[in-house]
């Protein structure tokens, strides 16, 4: 008997299980999924009535899960790993700690995440759907609560900053973890002493989902924030804080189901993902709660219309105006420091001092930068692209658009543009991922709308960008900036 299964589960597997032949997700679909072939279940927002008792279902299945063998699929363990092995251990190494037939699936699974350690993000969305569907369905069966759907934490309300109580209260929960910044355990909003709008939603205002002229696409936009940024102000270098440690911390799943809400709710305003072989023939493979190996194809989980769920509530539609009729923005200004930085100069410089970068006007155009330009320009933003680190710093880093000398903090905000993270910014060792290195141009970015920071604070001629850690980073870190860019139309 292989450690962690019951003969139940052995004989449901099957020649397609552990060892066996991959399941194409369609026929997967007709021969297990049941429990999608009703009416969708919701998934509730973890504050209403609904979402808490979700929760205990929840709480109970962690507990369930991480008693489980490490090669069992079903295991916490084991969901962690498929996302990314921890970092003080290697992939080769805990595989060959397993038994002969738990290898090949770990194989498979393990590390896969799309888009860290230099993967390209444009699978950032439709993994992580697959990777909480599945997690869903396991817990479903762990918790013995056949209507069991994943509750997600709406933190882009103001309201909700806090982590859900039974995740920091009790330090024998399952749900605890000690790895998190001192604020998220004592209950404190993961955004307290950060400066009003570290969280935004702004990337729900890209129009397409993979880059286009002057715009990050909406998949880039998210993955940066508030997806990096949540996971940043969370947890530390061995928690949410670090993608080789953030699928232990239970939060992780609540985090990414709200991150799915928002991918639901941007293409239920009529937007649309990418129709391209290249994107919708991607695979990947994953686990049921019955061991079965199945073959995934990111065009299965391009909607969640055939997936069997639906959310209580989607985002409500901005009202983006201008942005929906541009379908270009034009650089007006960039700051690069050439096509590659020297990551030692910019380490030192992007380390414990804040530094001020000057923005150029495209082609020496300086009426580009005149008060009558940028008055009249209809949308301004400020993209930041191509992060990269050898090393966590372990921060947020603030920007704030021609911060006067020696502002107090509060004078600060009147010039806040926005915060990044290097949360996804360090390189993958391609001796264990196998398929990637970070490459230049697949660095995290963040995109910002400045348009009424601009307006309102009446620039013109120079637009200066200060970069300014929010705190201590860690000394070994030297995070890079590729480039800073503001576009308009």
Known sequence: MVAGYS????????AAGLAGTLIPFPEWLSRYGAAVAGPPLTRYGVSTSQGAAMLASYRSAVATMMGRGEGNPCSWLFQWYTHQIRADRTKSTEIASLPAPQRPLATDMWNTCQAHNGRPVRFFLPWHRMYVYFLERIVRAASGNPSFTLPYWDYLSTSQRALPGPFWNSTVS???????????????????????GTINQDCMSETDYLPTAGKLGFCSAINGSPHGIVHSLIGNSIGMGNVPWAANDPIFWLHHCNIDRMWASWNAWGRTNPSDASWLNQQFVFADENCNRVLVTVSDFASIANLGYRYDRLIPRLNLGVIERL???????????????????????????????????????????????????????????????????????????NLPANARAEAAQANFIGAITFFDAVAGDPREHGDMQMAP???????????????????????????????KPAAEARPVIGDIELVGG
């Open 174 to 196: 399952p749900l605890y973890r000690p790895d998190r910044n001192t604020g998220s355990n004592a209950g404190s909003p993961i955004d307290q002493g950060q400066p009003v």
């Open 441 to 471: 141009s697949e660095g995290p970015s963040f995109t910002f709308d400045v348009t009424r920071l601009i307006k309102r604070l009446k620039m013109s001629d120079r637009l200066d960008v200060t970069i300014v850690p929010h705190g």
């Open 327 to 401: 379908r270009e923005l034009k650089l007006i200004a960039k700051w690069r420091p050439g096509p590659d930085p020297d990551p030692r100069l910019l380490g030192v410089t992007l380390g414990a001092r804040a530094v001020r970068v000057s923005l150029t006007p495209a082609g020496g155009r300086k009426e580009l930068l005149s008060a009558r330009s940028l008055a009249s320009a209809r949308v301004l933003r400020i993209n930041v692209r191509n992060l990269r680190t050898n090393a966590l710093p372990g921060i947020l880093y603030d920007l704030y658009l």
């Open 7 to 14: 003969r139940r589960h052995l004989l449901t597997a099957g």
